[in-house]
């Protein structure tokens, strides 16, 4: 015993470091030589890889990829007004009496808006002919006074011809050239024009030009105007062998006025005379047509842009004239919605922009959801209204700069309206802007959820298949004794 020598505890000892850093080890080892090799186990080893590995790789791909993700809340936007872009196609208005108003809840009530608004009248093809006017009011149509009643001026005798459903075809057929006046005795335009009207009868009868002078009443004869497509009063359309020439006279109603085209007309088909005989003379058949004008088709596209309040308010589009009144029984609100939407055009933005709508799905693009829509109208005294409730929208998928873009989403639903038959329709677009924004987020996972993943993967799959190996092996030991 003498020989036996005690070194600093490292060979053993009561209370030696070794032992107490031993004493906390969370992974003890089992001996080898406890341990025991079993087919069961190398099966479940192998299933425990092939979960594990199948979990790993669809947790990296899970991890790699980004998910879009919504959220609502409050408003936060403080600009008093919205952009409001539009592209209409009216099918059967001229754009001589498309006016467009706006209203809205704090007692705004702007009529015929011409500011950032075009007008482009189309041909039967739908495709723009003539451009009709941008940053301007229409032209107001001068008339003239006169110190004489229609009455008084009847005192000589009547110049205007009075046209019935009787006569008008036939009239039209038995004269060349005929001038003819569709009026209503309620409208104001029309009576001023009455005296100027007759007193222009007279004087063509004086200067003996080959031209008749007529009037309807539409009041009277309202199938015969309807037939004639009247869409206004008073409409002074230009026959030339029954055959209407458009565009309706639309210039000043002054004596003055009046003679000097009625010449211009009259002169113009004198020269065609003039070319069609000189070609029969060197034996060809002229196969011009007389300069009467050019063809018109009533169709408008109105486009451009208003800046509205932030409040619920509409803007509408109706017939309306300086120098007219409406035939409500003609007015016919047919349109194509070519464009709509609220905020900045989408393609006015720069190259981000539309890098960040790539990215944003479908369902959240409702920019513009009434694009290319027609709505049509079969009958008279009745337009579409189309009702929209607008919510803006944050889009934060940038992930390179974490800049968010605010656009405006809305949903529109729409439905015929139904008007009094002295009432003049108008295609309505009433908005509703939401106190409430959709936020689109772009997310993606963290790294340290990433790694938490990956452990609970390895321990949680380990830990199961551990404890069914176990319960396998005693039951089939079990059996085996």
């Known amino acids: 015993m003498s020989n036996i020598k005690y070194n ?51 947790e990296t791909i899970a991890f790699a990829r980004s998910s879009i993700v919504t959220s609502i809340s409050l408003d936060e936007n403080v600009d008093p007004r919205i952009q409001l872009n539009f592209n209409i196609t009216f099918m059967d208005l001229h754009c001589d009496y498309v006016s467009v108003d706006v209203w809205d809840a704090l007692g705004t009530n702007k009529q015929n808006i011409t500011k950032n608004v075009e007008k482009w009248q189309l ?26 009643t229609l009455e008084d ?22 004269n060349d050239l005929v001038f003819v006046n569709f009026h209503v005795p309620w409208c104001v335009w029309c009576q001023r024009l009455g005296p100027t009207w007759e007193m222009f009868a007279e004087e063509v009868e004086k200067e003996k030009m080959p031209l008749k002078v007529a009037s309807v009443d539409c009041q009277l004869y309202g199938n015969l105007c309807r037939d004639a497509k009247i869409m206004a009063f008073p409409s002074i359309r230009w026959f030339q062998k029954a055959e209407p020439i458009s565009p309706d006279y639309k210039m000043d109603r002054t004596v003055s006025a009046l003679i000097g085209f009625s010449k211009r007309k009259i002169d113009l088909l004198d020269r065609y005379k003039d070319y069609a005989k000189k070609e029969e003379d060197k034996g060809k058949d002229s196969k011009r047509s007389p300069v009467s004008g050019r063809p018109e088709h009533p169709g408008c596209q109105v486009s451009g842009h208003l800046l509205v309040n932030r409040v619920p308010g509409n803007f509408h589009v109706e017939a309306r004239s300086k120098s007219h009144n409406l035939n409500a029984a ?20 720069n190259f981000r922009t539309k890098r960040i709508l790539k990215q944003v799905p479908e369902e959240h693009k409702q920019f513009n959801p009434i694009d290319e829509k027609n709505y049509f109208t079969k009958d008279y005294h009745q337009a579409w209204h189309h009702y929209i409730k607008v919510v803006s929208t944050h889009l ?86």
């Open 8 to 58: 600093n505890g490292l060979h053993g000892g009561p209370s030696t470091g070794g032992n107490f850093i031993s004493s906390v080890d969370f992974y003890r080892r089992v001996p080898k030589d406890l341990t025991e090799a079993t087919t069961l186990g190398a099966t479940m080893s192998v299933f425990a890889f092939i979960i594990m590995s199948v979990l790993f790789l669809s």
């Open 123 to 148: 041909d039967s093809f739908g495709s723009r002919r003539i451009f009709s006017g941008r940053n301007r009011e229409s032209r107001e149509v001068r008339n003239q006074e006169h110190e004489m």
């Open 153 to 174: 001026m009847h005192e000589n005798g009547v110049h205007v011809v009075q046209l019935t459903k009787d006569n008008y075809y036939d009239f039209l057929k038995e």
């Open 330 to 349: 003609m007015t016919n609100l047919t349109h194509r919605v070519d464009h709509l939407s609220f905020g900045e055009p989408i393609h006015a933005r």
């Open 396 to 481: 934060e998928v940038d992930s390179n700069r974490g800049k968010s873009l605010m656009t405006y989403q809305f949903l529109e639903q729409s439905q015929i309206v139904y008007y009094e038959e002295l009432d003049v329709p108008e295609a309505r677009f009433s908005y509703d802007i939401s106190p409430m924004s959709v936020v689109v987020r772009k997310e993606g996972r963290k790294w340290y959820d990433y790694l938490t993943s990956l452990c609970a993967i390895i321990g949680g799959s380990f830990t199961t298949l551990g404890l069914i190996d176990a319960s396998l092996y005693g039951i089939f030991k079990s059996k085996q004794m």
